[in-house]
């Protein structure tokens, strides 16, 4: 079945810093990769998502980009705010929400 | 407005009771969901509940039996809970299953003592 692993698992940066967050995937089925937020005692959010019809895709300071050949995504958040600590999960799946498989998280910290 | 709520936030209770987790959404979707998050944060889906077919993650104990009222509702059910069953349950619902995108409900965080 899938595997994900993502990295790193913890990452400060400074605000107005730059950070990046990856994970890779087993499944070469695989295609569709969101990422989700989850803030303290939340639920996770959708912030984001790529389908493998598409390298990269941004919205504001989040931009994912995928690379279906290495099979492994990438996470940037750009201009960092302290609004942006949280816990930051990847995922993939082959065609079915129910066979979406998250990555172990990586908690943001951004100091003011 | 809460598009996916469930209830109750906080659960502590003894080993061997029976408990429940209820679990609404309000967004009309066709698809919901249980997921586990243990102390280390990591997500496993399992079951889902879609057009009355429910989808069970075969590592899950029979001990836990979600039950479905209606497309807007997905309770869950755990019978003898265990300390190993100590962890923040999520409820999730998505427009349908084809790869559309998660709705979490913010948690229940279930305590056996």
């Known amino acids: 079945g899938e595997n994900v692993e993502q990295h790193p698992s913890t990452l400060s940066v400074q605000e107005g810093d730059s950070a990046v967050i990856k994970c890779t995937y087993s499944d070469s089925a695989s295609n569709y990769f969101p990422w989700y937020k989850q803030e303290l005692g939340k639920g996770p959010q959708l912030i984001i998502d790529i389908r493998s019809n598409v390298g990269e895709k941004k919205d504001q300071r989040i931009a994912v980009t995928l690379n279906k050949t290495a099979k492994h995504f990438s996470l940037h958040i750009t201009e960092t705010q302290p609004e942006d600590s949280a816990v930051y999960f990847c995922?993939?799946?082959?065609?079915?929400?129910?066979?979406?498989?998250f990555g172990s998280g990586t908690r943001l910290l951004v100091r003011p | 407005d809460t598009a996916v709520s469930q209830t109750p936030k906080y659960l502590v209770t003894q080993m061997g009771n029976d408990k429940s987790i209820k679990c609404e959404q309000n967004?009309?979707?066709?698809?919901m969901y249980w997921y586990k998050q243990d102390s280390k944060k990591f997500l496993k889906i399992m079951f889902s509940?879609?057009?009355?077919?429910?989808?069970i993650n075969e590592t899950v104990p029979n001990r836990f039996s979600p039950k479905s009222p209606d497309k807007a509702h997905l309770n869950l059910h755990i019978n003898s809970l265990e300390l190993g069953d100590s962890a923040v349950y999520f409820c999730?619902?998505?427009?349908?299953?084809?790869?559309?995108?998660?709705?979490f409900g913010n948690g229940t965080r279930l305590t056996v003592t």
């Open positions: 995922a993939a799946s082959k065609g079915s929400s129910y066979k979406l498989i």
């Open positions: 999730a619902s998505s427009q349908d299953l084809n790869n559309s995108p998660l709705h």
């Open positions: 967004l009309g979707h066709d698809t």
């Open positions: 509940y879609n057009n009355k077919e429910l989808i």
